[in-house]
T-cell receptor, first 113, second 112 residues
Framework: GENVEQHPSTLSVQEGDSAVIKCTYSDSASNYFPWYKQELGKGPQLIIDIRSNVGEKKDQRIAVTLNKTAKHFSLHITETQPEDSAVYFCAASMGAAGNKLTFGGGTRVLVKP | DTAVSQTPKYLVTQMGNDKSIKCEQNLGHDTMYWYKQDSKKFLKIMFSYNNKELIINETVPNRFSPKSPDKAHLNLHINSLELGDSAVYFC???????????FGSGTRLTVV
């Protein structure tokens, strides 16, 4: 089955700096790659996603890139703010029956004011 | 107007007991899921239902039994609770044609 690895496990940045989280996946059939943000005591919330027919997608301060050949994708957060502090998860899906998402292990991001 | 709601939010119970967690979504989604998040924050799928039909069962012990009375509800019943069942359980839903999930706020289960 699919295996998703995520790095780093923790990331501390100064407010205003950029943060980058990287993920690799194992199954070349995966075609959908969402990113989730989980704040303390809450469920994961979808923040951005990318499909395999697109190489890059941007939404304000957040961007995601996908390299299908290397089977890796990354989340970029620019001009970080304290409210960006959370745990971020990448995931991958093959879009098969049941639409199963396989998640990476998560990255705890701390933005220091 | 909560999209995916699960109850209870907290559940503390003794080993050997049987308990249920309820989940409801008002988004009109076709597919619902249960995920388990362990103490290290790792999220792992347990079950997936599509229009009340079981689609995914990820080698979960048969002490865990999901039930979907209709496509807006997916409940999780757990028999003979064990210490290792302590975790946060998340319900989620998605539309077949749009793959992003909407998660509930989680149920923190503590088995003592």
């Amino acid at each position: 089955g699919e295996n998703v690895e995520q790095h780093p496990s923790t990331l501390s940045v100064q407010e205003g700096d950029s943060a980058v989280i990287k993920c690799t996946y194992s199954d070349s059939a995966s075609n959908y790659f969402p990113w989730y943000k989980q704040e303390l005591g809450k469920g994961p919330q979808l923040i951005i996603d990318i499909r395999s027919n697109v190489g890059e997608k941007k939404d304000q301060r957040i961007a995601v890139t996908l390299n299908k050949t290397a089977k890796h994708f990354s989340l970029h957060i620019t001009e970080t703010q304290p409210e960006d502090s959370a745990v971020y998860f990448c995931a991958a899906s093959m879009g098969a029956a049941g639409n199963k998402l396989t998640f990476g292990g998560g990255t705890r991001v701390l933005v220091k004011p | 107007d909560t999209a995916v709601s699960q109850t209870p939010k907290y559940l503390v119970t003794q080993m050997g007991n049987d308990k249920s967690i309820k989940c409801e979504q008002n988004l009109g989604h076709d597919t619902m899921y249960w995920y388990k998040q362990d103490s290290k924050k790792f999220l792992k799928i347990m079950f997936s239902y599509n229009n009340k039909e079981l689609i995914i069962n990820e080698t979960v012990p048969n002490r865990f039994s999901p039930k979907s009375p209709d496509k807006a509800h997916l409940n999780l019943h757990i028999n003979s609770l064990e210490l290792g069942d302590s975790a946060v359980y998340f319900c989620a839903s998605s539309h077949n044609r749009v793959k992003g999930y909407t998660f509930g706020s989680g149920t923190r289960l503590t088995v003592v």
